[in-house]
């Protein structure tokens, strides 16, 4: 059995861990010795000091594009895309190799529990793979035009140039490798920009590739918080493209820096997205997949179907069930393999989460299960909180309209078909929507009407390389995984040949 505390001691022992820029690992400029000058990596499962990390500054932004340009176009714009695809090839073996240390990282640096880091292995070594086979596949077409003679007209795909990626602590490794894999499958260069909750694992990334032979400049990691090294690269002239997953109002703060350049920009944001389980059910499968649309990393997910819109005459059944089943799941500290839910990442988070559990009850909706942090042996140090479900939700409620981000089911009754996909069409949100029906029509119609992004029958979370994924309304726009996803990184230019 793997010793997961023996080999994290030797992970991390509290020592300063440096940034990524040309190749070296580095200080930063705003380093040199001060201790406001580097962030804390804590476990949020205990509260223990991991490692330190440079609070990246707007010069160390600026040294990070200088050396993604200088890449850009100097040795990297010499590679050909069957040698770009042996490194992603390479990059995925060694991401193999060293699979558990990667995950390892993960659930010290931000508490998802090592059973699901490690599960989500196919879904980022499948990503490299997916980018390797379509960083050859790249091309552009011959087109017939209306010009009278011989004139040649076709389109080329370039790479669009320095790619700014800032993304949030939920799910660094996927995360990164869904910016970092059709970066490197296009020819772009990267600056990327972890999340200052957790931005271990990503270091840990960024020194795999380079021992698979990333050449220097093309991937730099600056740490760092938003508001500074963050808000430096969005709006940062010599970058051309931003790709950000994170919350809507850091996407709408992204978007806004993005104009001076006018660079072009895609956003993953957050939601609040409905599952909508019909009186025709089959409970027993729904429930656990109900349940765990939220509570999966405790609920830290984009995606969390925290709205349960349950039909009127199953719907106390239900949501007793779902309650039992949340009551049921092992929380803890995510490094013992049996534990099912972890921590919060951040004492600031879990208050906020706590507010919603304070919100909810004020406002008139009746407390199911869960309800309150949880505390005493066990969970000393961390911040953690027990999954809730709360019943008799109405639409108007805090509850049913923010993004909480933490273990919160809301459940809502409904009578009629059409009025449901009204009332779970009523968010300024779009990310991603669930249905539970054993009718098939009833589940094609649904997920027709249902303004999501994605939208799952009969199953929920399900993401995969080869599947584009995305928000719609203050979800955001752009996509990734799937053909569409290499689009985000390429230019098309027209290229006229008058060949009489
Ligand atoms: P956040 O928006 O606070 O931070 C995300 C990243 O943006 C961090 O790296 C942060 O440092 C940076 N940042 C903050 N302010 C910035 C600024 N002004 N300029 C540039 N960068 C800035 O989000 P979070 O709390 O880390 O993550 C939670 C949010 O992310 C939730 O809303 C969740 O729904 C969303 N999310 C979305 C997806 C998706 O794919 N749609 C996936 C995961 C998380």
């Known amino acids: 059995m793997t010793d997961w505390h023996g080999r994290a001691a030797a992970l991390y022992d509290g020592g300063f861990r440096p940034m990524f820029i040309a190749g070296q690992w580095v200080a930063g400029r705003g380093v040199a010795g001060r201790a406001e000058a580097v962030i804390e990596a804590r476990n949020p499962a205990t509260g223990a000091l991991l490692a330190t990390v440079p609070r990246g500054t707007a010069a160390d932004i600026d040294a990070a594009v200088a050396a993604a340009r200088a890449a850009f176009e100097g040795p990297w714009a010499k590679f050909t895309p069957f040698e770009r695809q042996a490194l992603l090839l390479r990059i995925a073996e060694k991401f193999e190799q060293n699979w558990e240390t990667l995950c390892l990282s993960d659930t010290l640096d931000m508490g998802m529990p090592i059973s699901r880091t490690l599960a989500n292995s196919r879904r980022v070594l499948g990503m490299l793979r997916f980018y390797a086979g379509q960083a050859v596949a790249i091309h552009g077409q011959t087109i017939p035009n209306s010009f009278p003679g011989e004139i040649l007209s076709q389109t080329v795909k370039e790479p669009v ?91 709408q703060a992204i978007a806004r820096a993005a104009t001076g350049n006018l660079k072009r920009v895609s956003l993953e944001l957050g939601g609040k997205s409905p599952v909508i389980v019909c009186r025709d059910a089959d409970i027993d499968k729904a429930v656990p ?3 765990m649309a939220v509570f999966a990393n405790s609920g830290q997910i984009c995606i969390a179907g925290s ?59 009746a407390l199911v299960t869960g309800g ?86 009969n199953m929920y979370h399900a993401i995969d390389p080869a599947v584009p994924f995305g928000g719609v309304k203050m979800s955001g726009y752009g996509r990734e995984g799937g053909l569409e996803h290499l689009d985000e990184y390429l230019d098309t230019k027209a290229v006229w040949i008058n060949t009489d």
Request: glycine share 14%; proline share 5%.
């Open 289 to 291: 997949v109900a349940a």
């Open 161 to 251: 140039g320095v790619v700014g990626a800032i993304i949030p602590w939920n799910a660094p490794i996927a995360g990164s490798v869904w910016k970092i894999g059709p970066a490197l499958a296009t020819g772009c260069t990267v600056v990327l920009k972890p999340s200052e909750e957790a931005s271990l694992t990503v270091l840990l990334i960024a020194k795999l590739m380079q021992e698979a032979g990333l050449p220097d400049g093309v991937l730099n990691i600056v740490t760092g918080t938003g508001a500074e090294a963050g808000a430096a690269l969005a709006a940062h002239p010599g970058v051309d493209k931003i790709v950000f997953t994170g919350s809507t109002a850091t996407g």
């Open 307 to 365: 709205r349960l819109f349950v039909a009127r005459e199953i719907h106390d059944e239900f949501v007793r069930r779902v309650g039992e089943f949340a009551a049921g799941l092992r929380i803890g500290n995510g490094i013992a393999p049996e534990t099912e839910l972890g921590p919060i990442i951040s004492a600031r988070q879990a208050e906020r989460v706590e507010s919603f559990l304070q919100a909810g009850p004020a406002e008139g909706a």
């Open 372 to 457: 309150a942090r949880l505390e005493g042996a066990g969970f000393e140090g961390g911040n953690f909180i027990a999954p809730t479900v709360f019943g008799g939700v109405t639409d108007d409620m805090r509850i049913a309209r923010e993004e909480i981000f933490g273990p919160v089911i809301s459940a809502l009754p409904f009578d009629t078909l059409e009025e449901v996909v009204a009332r779970a069409n009523a968010t300024p949100y779009g990310l991603a929507a669930g249905v539970f029906t054993t009718h098939l029509g009833t589940g094609h119609k649904l997920a027709r009407r249902l303004k999501a992004g994605s939208v799952w029958v």
